[in-house]
């Protein structure tokens, strides 16, 4: 469960839950794969870090 960022500060970035969902499994599974971290926080979870990716608007969601 991600605590932080919020749901509700997310949910500003993007257009549904739906592309949250898929859009921040994409990016942890980049992460996963070796992809740099685009965030210079501390996390241990690759889906968190994605998050807070998206957060930072550092990830922009596209139809």
Known sequence: MIVKPSMT??????????SLV???AKRA???SLGSPKLTDEKVESDVT????????GKII???
């Open 29 to 31: 599974r980049q992460i």
């Open 9 to 18: 500060s997310l949910l500003k970035k993007v257009p549904n839950k739906y």
């Open 61 to 63: 969601f596209k139809k």
């Open 49 to 56: 870090c994605a998050a807070i990716e998206v957060d930072e």
């Open 22 to 24: 898929v859009g921040t």
